[in-house]
């Protein structure tokens, strides 16, 4: 038999249940029932070609009354002076993974002390967050290809405030269930998870699922095999299927060469320091972005979120930028 046949054989095998009803994947209605509705706005910039640390600078200098941040490593000098010139005026509190610590070591920070706190977000006045993939780094900010996103939505911030509350209080890797994770904010559907809390991979799963048309992706790191197998079994059904991953991330736990193999339209970046996204793309329509990697670590071992945005105009901006990595 020939190989990649045999290789698409044993998946099929393997996820029978991907016709037949994945119960893990399924848990949650495939068409939003109910949501909060937000009035508020989305701000996104792609670093390094845009100035994304002057837009996250801009965005914490914008708090009056406090400044919760979950930032995996903090250091961008502008970023380091801005919060704790903050820390002097108003309430701010920090968690930051433990082997970054010693750059950012202040009364009003907190360290967790196992797998990754991977997450790179703020939260303002509780009305307002920042995420994406961006690390406050000035590789993060100037030579890492990043998204950083800015969103108004009281409600999407409270679901990220209750998730630092519990890292604040030392409760990494576990808590509760996102409580509103379903938004709208303008004319835009958001869905937000938090790892592995909210088991962040079954969502990836269950909207490349439901793609028609088309996938695309930019993936730092890429070695969960179950995210893999969908995009496998997609490509059977003739789904147009193109990435790009990290260079120096394919390695022997890579699904690069998997894909590869089975005749997928994927390529290794480009840039001499690293492609930082973790986005995927479905039928140009919806974008899934964060901290998030699609691996198992990812999944089930660090503190990690993601949001899925329906909107065809944000899914553009994606696209523009998946172009642009792919000349």
């Not at 979950?70 to 002097?88: R, Y």
Request: hydrophobic share 35%.
């Amino acid at each position: 038999m020939n190989k990649v046949y045999y290789t698409i054989f044993i998946i099929l095998i393997s996820l029978g249940f991907y016709y037949f009803g994945d119960v893990d994947s399924f848990t949650s209605a495939t068409v939003v029932d109910s949501y909060v509705e937000d009035q508020g706005d989305i701000g996104i910039y792609f670093c390094p070609h845009q100035d994304c640390e002057t837009a996250l600078v801009n965005f914490i200098d914008s708090a009056e009354e406090e400044l919760h941040c979950a930032l995996f490593d903090i250091g961008l000098e502008s970023v380091q002076k801005k919060i704790l010139e903050k820390s002097k005026e108003i309430d701010v509190k920090i968690v930051t993974d433990d082997g970054y610590y010693k750059k950012f070591n202040y009364s009003f920070v907190r360290k967790d002390k196992s797998g990754l706190m991977h997450n790179k977000f703020c939260i303002v006045d509780g009305k307002k967050i920042s995420g994406g993939s961006m690390n406050p780094t000035d590789n993060g900010a100037h030579k890492n290809n990043n998204n950083l996103l800015l969103i108004e939505s009281p409600t999407l911030a409270s679901n990220y405030e209750a998730e630092f509350q519990e890292m604040w209080e030392g409760i990494y890797k576990k808590g509760e269930p996102v409580l509103n994770p379903n938004v709208k904010v303008g004319d835009v559907m958001l869905e937000n998870y938090f790892c592995p809390d909210d088991h962040c991979a079954n969502h990836v799963k269950e909207e490349l699922k439901k793609a028609e048309l088309s996938i695309h992706f930019m993936t730092f790191s890429f070695t969960h095999e179950g995210i893999a197998n969908i995009i496998l079994l997609k490509h059977l059904d003739n789904i147009s299927i193109e990435g790009v991953m990290e260079a120096r991330q394919v390695s022997k736990y890579s699904q690069f060469m998997r894909l590869e193999t089975a005749g997928i339209n994927v390529v290794k970046d480009t840039n001499p320091n690293n492609m930082h996204h973790k986005v995927f793309i479905i039928d140009n329509k919806t974008v899934i972005t964060g901290s998030f990697n699609p691996s198992a670590n990812g999944d089930t071992r660090n503190d990690e979120n993601i949001l899925i945005i329906s909107s065809e105009e944000i899914a553009q901006k994606y696209l523009e930028e998946f172009e642009r990595l792919r000349s």
